[in-house]
């Protein structure tokens, strides 16, 4: 265990992925983690996982754009531990048909739904409490394409990931006279499952090349672990092998 024993640490999209391997770093460090996704199985195997490991988690089954079902866990949370000491807002989609010419009004707004108002109804939950303690560490996860727009990943994820960015900065302009900080962090290509459902999914070599999710987990652990005086205020990281330099279209370089 590390310097986050005695923390609570939230963290949503836990069931695979960067989420996963962020959740169990911070049970590594000693933290307590939540476990929260729509994959109820997945959050369990997780679980699971961090016990035999000999960390603390516990599952809370969520849709991260019921904002009422956000809050009902934050506000548990409080009466049960006083509180989320780390909010990891992860959960993030994107959608197969999500061209500018394909991509209907239905599908960009779930993505925005998702990725952009479902960070927002996690951070309104867990600021008071942040606030009122004078400390908490809130990690939002965006992407490549939230510095650097990209064909392959269409308007609606683009734009809520640099959504997210600016999202980030301005909880640390606002809040941080108050102890709150927050960190966006922006990965290019990183191995995780979803890659195979890409029209191409890369090939075994291109995997091992990317970045990997325990990477992040990594830089995750890195970010909660710094002293409450420092804001680590946004990461950008890719692999050194990054495919968005080649110019090349069809690959992109980027992630969902």
Not at 114 to 121: P, S
Not at 171 to 192: D, H
Not at 235 to 241: A, H
Request: aromatic share 4%; glycine share 10%.
């Amino acid at each position: 265990m590390g310097n986050l024993n005695a923390k609570t640490a939230w963290v949503t999209g836990a069931g695979g992925g960067i989420g996963e391997a962020s959740a169990k770093a911070l049970a590594q460090s000693g933290a307590h983690v939540v476990l929260s996704g729509r994959r109820l199985e997945e959050l369990e195997r997780v679980e699971q996982a961090i016990s035999a490991a000999g960390g603390s988690a516990e599952t809370a089954q969520l849709d991260v754009a019921d904002a009422e079902a956000t809050q009902a866990i934050a506000d548990d949370l409080t009466a049960r531990f006083g509180g989320v000491d780390i909010f990891m807002a992860n959960a993030g989609i994107n959608v197969p048909n999500r061209a500018v010419g394909a991509v209907s009004a239905a599908d960009f707004a779930k993505v925005v739904d998702i990725n952009l108002n479902g960070v927002m109804n996690g951070i309104l939950a867990v600021l008071p409490q942040m606030r009122s303690k004078g400390a908490g560490t809130l990690i939002l996860t965006s992407s490549w394409a939230g510095r650097h727009p990209s064909r392959l990943t269409g308007p609606a994820y683009s734009a809520s990931k640099h959504a997210v960015v600016a999202l980030s900065h301005s909880i640390n302009q606002e809040e941080g006279v108050n102890g709150v900080r927050c960190t966006v962090i922006m990965p290019g290509e990183v191995a995780t499952p979803i890659m195979l459902s890409r029209p191409k999914p890369p090939s075994a070599d291109d995997l091992a090349k990317m970045l990997q999710a325990d990477d992040l987990g990594d830089m995750v652990r890195y970010i909660a672990e710094a002293p409450p005086h420092v804001c680590i205020n946004e990461v950008l990281i890719s692999p050194t092998w990054n495919r968005a330099f080649t110019g090349v279209a069809e690959l992109g370089g980027i992630p969902l």
